[in-house]
């Protein structure tokens, strides 16, 4: 059974930080692209940020240059460091990951951290 667990989300000010993280745990035999994905009750879920197994990121134009994404491979981990965050970061902050297990690849989602910025 393969689990996706976010920590790190909370209310922060307007030009705060927060850093969020995802542990993948299960029977893994490897984890592919990992994503940060963000909703809130009037938009669709948004991609925000991707890292491929090799390390490479990709961001949205919305949080480039504010928000960071990384992995620690070792202990199955991504993290997405924001910086400077505005109101309108304001969401529910889902991890989602490509996790190869014995049964094959498969898509996972974990619970949800809200980030919450005030101004």
């Known amino acids: 059974q393969v689990q996706l667990v976010e920590s790190g989300g909370g209310l922060v000010q307007a030009g705060g930080s927060l850093r969020l993280s995802c542990a993948v745990s299960?029977?893994?035999?490897?984890?592919?692209?990992m994503n940060w994905y963000r909703q809130t009750p009037e938009k669709q879920r948004e991609l925000v940020a991707t890292?491929?197994?090799?390390?490479?990121?990709n961001y949205a134009d919305s949080v480039k240059g504010r928000f960071t994404i990384s992995r620690d491979n070792a202990k199955n981990t991504a993290y997405l460091q924001m910086n400077s965050l505005k109101p309108e970061d304001t969401a529910v902050y889902y991890c989602?990951?490509?996790?190869?297990?014995?049964?094959?690849?498969?898509?996972?989602w974990g619970q949800g951290t809200q980030v919450t910025v005030s101004s």
């Open positions: 299960g029977s893994i035999l490897s984890i592919n692209a």
């Open positions: 890292i491929t197994a090799g390390g490479r990121p």
């Open positions: 989602n990951a490509d996790v190869r297990a014995l049964s094959g690849t498969t898509n996972y």
